[in-house]
């Protein structure tokens, strides 16, 4: 095959792009584009689905086949797709309305099928389309137009449904780090299986701000923890604070205090096979935390469409039945001979008659 | 010993029933398969209840098989039943009400004590006579007790002892109708090939029961029945559902789309999946989903990704894809959605058989959301108009809802097989210009548009559920929708073209038509030919193809003074008929019971109509 070298322009559509000034949809599409030209995947390959909310209305601004689906069902709808065709490459478009709420029972049954598909959640904690409602990942107490005293409920965490689902991949990023963002949505095409990268994107609109504790470039080194396969799990200012397990559970300490050195410190493993740390990870939040970021886990398992093409070229080698003639004509016929058959009485035929 | 009786037959409707795990099923399938290869014309009917195991010798637990052969084309399990096998006092209860008047009730007479009584309900000893069956022919016998003497060597225990209870009555019955064992012998060898102790208890109990008859000739009657005079050619049985999956895979092969199928199970339509999902052979893909809504929705991703996409369910099913049947609509994509219909609504009776989802394939959406729609009329015909539903999906790009019910799934009959040479082509709308393309660029005759899918080099477009203009970008241009809702409506009234001219059984005008509609036709022909014998200007037109109507619908209804609308709902085709084929003389016979007609209550529907 020869090299197939895009650049971003070659997956831009000509239609114009119609997210409100300031919205972090405009950098998560610059970082699929921009990962999307360097895989080496031909153009003609690439499908994009989604479902509704403001993120869905992607596939428009994308040069490639675009399918933008119904609410809450892109997941399915791509899952038919890849199965159909094993040899797409499947991008699924969905925020936190779209798949955490009338699309969480697909979300969770792709990640236990384990369909090659790369997902990305829209984090925004609102509903923007709908102009301002919260979401099942809004925090308990947060006011909006439906809640104005506040919801009486709790989020769903996205990465917590990926663990329980028995999930392989999931990672986490921020629309405004592009550095980032790029890394995680390269690994999360690159990984067999379902690829979940939960976005936290800022609604400039209905939830300006939703994600500052976290992204404010002030406190960013003490509240970011990045997370790489291999790499000690570092924070703060000069990579001097970092995680060690303790009893349990996660603590954070400080490099060269209390006798703490480089060496304590867990290093992550992402391709470990059991969850438990991986779950640590994801359920880590602010104050006592920093919010991990990067690609969490990341596991070999089996592949759906993969499976179901190999069943089937598996059952093809050993049946005797490879047409449907051979079908028609299997098990118990019987022949019938010339017997003197009429086709219903005279003017009132009989069904062979009708058809 | 006195003579045996010998009684000879045009048909003979018999009536296998006992509790849910007496394996009524399975002897009455048998005893069919048996009868089918000697030659008969059958028709089969499983009546089964939605309890899998209802408590044991109660009337909620019967579960009953319907099957009618004969040596003249049989297109109904017939109104009413000549033999009744029943294993229980139960099962006489719930099934008396389907006997034909003096005929036979063969039964256990084990079973025939107080406490099995007062399971069924019964207040005295003596349920025939509180059932008031006198003048019917009444036959005890010791099924039970002759089962386990027949087995006392083998060191079974009772619980494995009585499960073969119904090979006996199977034998029973097999030498009543003069059926050689030699089938269900193979039957039994192929099916228990690993379990030598099981083939080997169920044959003696069967050559028991067939040898207790034989024996005993006195008391039963034997009853002969002549193969049926029917085309010759190659035959098998087969029940809708299997038809159905059939019809599916062929289309894939004659179109050379894969077969995509999106499925959730459910009552009555799970077989549909099953028979699919075993033909990874001949590359079928099924797609076992989620639940109701992810079944269609895969679906729709295979059929956006280039395949024949399918989605199989039943009525509360059908109503959950409604909003995705709409995204087909919109997206102008091919897909065939298959409503196996049974009583409604909500879960309504999950096991019986009704026509109540008619308004809702041709109006359950929301917005101007049209369809084409179908509908099966016997149980292999399934097999051609799934054939046609793809063929169109495919050819006209739009879905097609194919219409059949519970007494089509579940019943069988003898179908003569065809060849896959002898099918009409199907030619899918797949893109070919690439210079020219655009998603919604239309063929000016049929107003379909041109299919392409990813991985085809030059067409990459987006589609969706918003509406749209020629190149797929959103637009919402008023004009521009409505002159796409107008073509939407027009490209499935261009399918008209695809479906043959409605033809009449009987004379082409007179006093009245009886029209009838998807799988009352064994009925509703039985039914005229009845009447024609008796002289009565009666004909029938059946309805396969709901929307669009055949061109000549309202020429033909034009010639007879009276147009009587039978169906099993309470009147969803006749008000879809007044409304697209006014100024008739319409009137109605509807039945909502969770059964099929009867040729008799037609018959008085008809005669009342004719006389009014």
Known sequence: ?355 | MKETKVIELDEVAIRFSGDSGDGMQLTGTLFSDASALLGNDIATFPDYPAEIRAPQGTVGGVSGFQVQFGKKEINTPGDFAHVLVAMNPAAVKANAKFMKPGGTIIYDEDTFDEKHFQKAGFTTNDPFAELNLIDYTKIGVPVTSMTQESLKDMGLDNKSILRSKNMFALGLVCWMFDRPLDYIEEYIHAKFSRKPLVVESNLRVLHAGYNYGMNLQHMTPQYVVHPARIEPGLYRNINGNQATAWGLLAAAEKSDRPLFAGSYPITPATEILQVLAERKDLGAKTFQAEDEIAGITTALGASFAGHLAVTTTSGPGFALKSEAIGLAVMAELPLVVVNVQRGGPSTGLPTKTEQSDLLQALYGRNGESPAVVLAASTPSDCFWFAFMAAKIALERMVPVILLTDGFLGNGSEPWKVPSMAELPEITPRIALNREEYQPYRRDPKTYARFWAWPGMEGFAHRIGGLEKNISGNVSHDPDNHQKNCEIREAKVQKVVDLVPDLEVCGDPEGDLLLVSWGGTFGHTINTVRELRKKGKKVSLAHFNYIKPLPANTAEVFSKFKKILVCEINLGQFVAYLRDKVPGMAYYQYNKVKGLPFTVQELEEAVIKHLEA
């Open chain 1, 1 to 355: 095959m020869s090299e197939l070298k895009y650049t971003v322009k070659d997956f831009k559509s000509e239609n114009e792009v119609r997210w409100c000034p300031g919205c972090g949809d405009y950098a998560i599409m610059n970082g699929i584009q921009r990962v999307m030209a360097e895989m080496g995947v031909d153009h003609k390959d690439y499908a994009v689905i989604s479902g509704i909310g403001c993120s869905s209305r992607f596939p428009y601004y994308m040069s490639t086949y675009g399918f933008h689906t119904i609410h809450g069902r892109a997941t399915a709808v791509a899952s038919g797709v890849k199965c159909a065709n094993p040899s797409l490459n499947v991008w699924v478009i969905t925020g936190d309305g779209d798949a955490m709420a009338i699309g969480g029972n697909h979300f969770i049954h792709l990640v236990r099928r384990n369909i090659n598909l790369n997902v990305i959640v829209f984090n925004n904690k609102i509903y923007g389309l709908t102009k301002g409602q919260y979401s099942p990942t809004t925090d308990r107490g947060f006011k909006t137009k439906t809640s104005p005293y506040g919801t009486i409920e709790d989020s769903f965490v996205p990465g917590q449904l990926v663990i329980g689902a028995g999930g392989s991949f999931y990672a986490r990023t921020i629309d405004t780090n592009l550095k980032m963002s790029q890394e995680v949505y390269q690994a999360a095409a690159l990984h067999q299986g379902t690829s979940i990268v939960e976005v936290l994107q800022n609604c400039v609109i209905f939830n300006n701000g939703v994600h500052e504790q976290i992204t404010d470039p002030a406190f960013r080194q003490e509240r970011q923890l990045m997370l790489r396969h291999g790499e000690p799990m570092l924070f703060g200012e000069d990579n001097r604070k970092g995680l060690i397990f303790e009893k349990g559970k996660l603590k954070v300490v400080t490099i060269g205090e209390n006798g703490v050195t480089l060496d304590n410190i867990l290093v992550h493993d992402a391709e470990d096979p059991d969850p438990g740390l991986h779950l640590a990870l994801i359920n880590m939040k602010l104050p006592a935390f920093p919010v991990a970021f990067g690609v969490i886990r990341s596991v070999k398992a089996p592949v759906y469409d993969q499976e179901m093409e190999l069943q089937i070229a598996g059952v093809k080698k050993n049946s005797k039945i490879t047409c449907m003639d051979d079908l028609l004509r299997s098990g118990n016929t019987w022949e019938v001979k010339e017997n003197g058959f009429e086709p219903g009485p005279e003017g009132c035929p009989g069904r062979s008659a009708i058809l």
